[in-house]
């Protein structure tokens, strides 16, 4: 097997490996827009603990949207890669 189709399975592999990891974060972050909008509804009328547990979640969002926005972008570095390399091999 030429070097050009080993580096081809390693990136369809690592390709496989981020479309799971980035159903993971979407369905993560989406379960965390939930929360954020239930605990800004608590903390409008709550007590201190609402509004704690309200920044606390506040402050998760950009932590998985950032992750997933990683994952996305080296998708997206793989996928270049892979076309460069089926380029050469046609």
Do not use: C
């Not at 390693?10 to 981020?18: K, Q, T, V, Y």
């Not at 605990?39 to 704690?52: K, T």
């Not at 992750?67 to 076309?83: I, K, P, T, W, Y």
């Amino acid at each position: 097997m030429r070097r050009v189709e080993k580096k081809l399975f390693r990136i369809n592999d690592e390709l496989a490996a981020l479309a799971e990891e980035e159903r993971r974060l979407a369905a993560e972050l989406a379960e965390h827009e939930r929360l954020h909008h239930d605990a800004r509804l608590d903390a409008v009328d709550g007590s201190a603990d609402d509004r704690a547990a309200f920044k606390e979640i506040e402050a998760d969002l950009p932590r998985f949207q950032r992750a997933l926005s990683q994952v996305r972008q080296r998708q997206g570095e793989l996928a270049e890669q892979r076309a460069r390399l089926l380029a050469k091999l046609g």
